[in-house]
C-alpha cells in the first residue's frame, strides 16, 4: 500500500479524560444551553473569574452564586471533573494562563465597516475557537462506540438538512471511498421511507445544530424502533433528537452574528465530528478500506491529468 494512504490513518484517539485548564471555557461554552439555570451561574462564574473561583471552598462558591453545595458539585462533574477539589485546580491552571498574557485579542464579532483583512482574522479566529470547543466536549466513549457500530453496519443512512445537509454528504461521500454502503437522502419522505428498511445491523445517523428538526428526527425515531443503532450529532445535548439516540456526539454552539448565520458556524463544528468518525472507522478497517481508498483515487487520476499535453 502507498504511503500516502497509510499517511491519513493517524493513531487511535484514548479514553476520556477531565478537561485541560484551557480548554474550560470551551466547555464551559457549550454545555451552557443545556444546563439548568443554576448549573449555569455557577458554570459562567468559574469561566468569568478562575483566579477569584479557585480560592473559594465549595461553600463559598455556593454563597457567590447563590446555588448549594450540591449544584457547585453537580457543575463540576457536568464539565467533565470528578469533584469540585479537580475544578479549583483546573480553574488555578486557568488564571496561570490567562495571566501569561497569551489571551487572544480577537474577536468574531463582524461589523459592517471591517476591512477585508479584519474579516479574515476574525473568521478565522472563530473556526479555530469553534474547533476547540467541539474538541474539548466530544464524548470518546460516544465516538467509539459509534465508530464501532459504522464499521461493521450493513448499511448507514445520514439525514441532514439544510446546511447540515452538506455535512450529511460529506459523511456519505468519505464513506463510501472506503467501501461502505451508506445513503444521505435530501428529502425528508425519503428519509423516512428508508429508514422503515433498517434494522439492527445498520446505523442512522442524524445531523442537526438546534436538535429540535422534525426532519431529520423523524427518520432516525423510525430507524430507532426498527432496532437500529442510532447517532445525534447536535448542538443541544438536552434537545428532542435525543431521545432516540444510542450515541450522542456534541458540536460547539455556535456563535451567531448578524452577518454570519448560526448554520455557517456549526458547520464547522460538523464536519470535525465526522471528520473523526470517518477516520476511526478507516482505522477499525484498514485492510479494507486502505485498498477500497487507493481505488477510488486511481479512478479518478485521469481526470486531474492535462489533455493532450497542454500546458498549464
Same mark, same amino acid.
Given at each position: 500500500?502507498?504511503?500516502?494512504?497509510?499517511?491519513?490513518?493517524?493513531?487511535?484517539?484514548?479514553?476520556?479524560?477531565?478537561?485541560?485548564?484551557?480548554?474550560?471555557?470551551?466547555?464551559?461554552?457549550?454545555?451552557?444551553?443545556?444546563?439548568?439555570?443554576?448549573?449555569?451561574?455557577?458554570?459562567?462564574?468559574?469561566?468569568?473569574?478562575?483566579?477569584?473561583?479557585?480560592?473559594?471552598?465549595?461553600?463559598?462558591?455556593?454563597?457567590?452564586?447563590?446555588?448549594?453545595?450540591?449544584?457547585?458539585?453537580?457543575?463540576?462533574?457536568?464539565?467533565?471533573?470528578?469533584?469540585?477539589?479537580?475544578?479549583? $485546580?483546573?480553574?488555578? +491552571? @486557568?488564571? #496561570? %494562563?490567562?495571566?501569561?498574557?497569551?489571551?487572544? !485579542? =480577537? /474577536?468574531?464579532?463582524?461589523?459592517?465597516?471591517?476591512?477585508?483583512?479584519?474579516?479574515?482574522?476574525?473568521?478565522?479566529?472563530?473556526?479555530?475557537?469553534?474547533?476547540?470547543?467541539?474538541?474539548?466536549?466530544?464524548?470518546?466513549?460516544?465516538?467509539?462506540?459509534?465508530?464501532?457500530?459504522?464499521?461493521?453496519?450493513?448499511?448507514?443512512?445520514?439525514?441532514?438538512?439544510?446546511?447540515?445537509?452538506?455535512?450529511?454528504?460529506?459523511?456519505?461521500?468519505? $464513506?463510501?471511498?472506503? +467501501? @461502505?454502503? #451508506? %445513503?444521505?437522502?435530501?428529502?425528508?419522505?425519503? !428519509? =423516512? /421511507?428508508?429508514?422503515?428498511?433498517?434494522?439492527?445491523?445498520?446505523?442512522?445517523?442524524?445531523?442537526?445544530?438546534?436538535?429540535?428538526?422534525?426532519?431529520?428526527?423523524?427518520?432516525?425515531?423510525?430507524?430507532?424502533?426498527?432496532?437500529?443503532?442510532?447517532?445525534?450529532?447536535?448542538?443541544?445535548?438536552?434537545?428532542?433528537?435525543?431521545?432516540?439516540?444510542?450515541?450522542?456526539?456534541?458540536?460547539?454552539?455556535?456563535?451567531?452574528?448578524?452577518?454570519?448565520?448560526?448554520?455557517?458556524?456549526?458547520?464547522?463544528?460538523?464536519?470535525?465530528?465526522?471528520?473523526?468518525?470517518?477516520?476511526?472507522?478507516?482505522?477499525?478497517?484498514?485492510?479494507?478500506?486502505?485498498?477500497?481508498?487507493?481505488?477510488?483515487?486511481?479512478?479518478?487520476?485521469?481526470?486531474?491529468?492535462?489533455?493532450?499535453?497542454?500546458?498549464?
Amino acid at each position: 500500500m502507498s504511503q500516502d494512504v497509510k499517511g491519513i490513518f493517524p493513531g487511535s484517539v484514548g479514553p476520556e479524560a477531565p478537561p485541560a485548564p484551557a480548554a474550560l471555557s470551551a466547555k464551559v461554552r457549550t454545555l451552557a444551553p443545556s444546563m439548568t439555570r443554576s448549573m449555569q451561574r455557577v458554570a459562567e462564574a468559574v469561566a468569568g473569574d478562575p483566579a477569584g473561583c479557585a480560592a473559594l471552598t465549595v461553600t463559598g462558591l455556593a454563597e457567590l452564586t447563590g446555588t448549594s453545595e450540591a449544584t457547585v458539585v453537580r457543575t463540576a462533574r457536568l464539565l467533565g471533573y470528578p469533584g469540585y477539589r479537580d475544578l479549583r $485546580l483546573a480553574l488555578a +491552571g @486557568l488564571a #496561570a %494562563h490567562q495571566q501569561s498574557g497569551r489571551a487572544p !485579542a =480577537v /474577536t468574531a464579532d463582524i461589523a459592517v465597516d471591517d476591512s477585508i483583512g479584519d474579516v479574515v482574522a476574525k473568521l478565522a479566529y472563530d473556526e479555530q475557537q469553534t474547533l476547540a470547543d467541539t474538541a474539548a466536549g466530544i464524548d470518546t466513549v460516544q465516538l467509539g462506540a459509534a465508530v464501532a457500530a459504522l464499521a461493521t453496519a450493513r448499511r448507514i443512512d445520514v439525514y441532514g438538512i439544510g446546511a447540515s445537509g452538506l455535512v450529511a454528504q460529506d459523511l456519505v461521500q468519505k $464513506l463510501l471511498r472506503i +467501501g @461502505l454502503i #451508506a %445513503h444521505a437522502p435530501n428529502d425528508p419522505h425519503l !428519509a =423516512v /421511507t428508508n429508514a422503515v428498511q433498517l434494522r439492527a445491523k445498520d446505523v442512522a445517523i442524524t445531523i442537526t445544530h438546534s436538535g429540535s428538526t422534525g426532519d431529520v428526527i423523524e427518520p432516525l425515531r423510525v430507524a430507532f424502533e426498527h432496532g437500529a443503532t442510532t447517532v445525534a450529532i447536535t448542538g443541544r445535548p438536552d434537545g428532542p433528537v435525543t431521545q432516540y439516540a444510542d450515541h450522542i456526539l456534541t458540536t460547539s454552539t455556535a456563535r451567531e452574528s448578524e452577518l454570519r448565520p448560526a448554520a455557517m458556524s456549526s458547520r464547522t463544528s460538523q464536519l470535525l465530528v465526522v471528520d473523526c468518525l470517518f477516520v476511526g472507522v478507516a482505522q477499525r478497517t484498514y485492510e479494507t478500506a486502505a485498498p477500497a481508498l487507493s481505488a477510488s483515487y486511481e479512478a479518478l487520476a485521469h481526470r486531474h491529468r492535462p489533455r493532450g499535453g497542454t500546458k498549464r
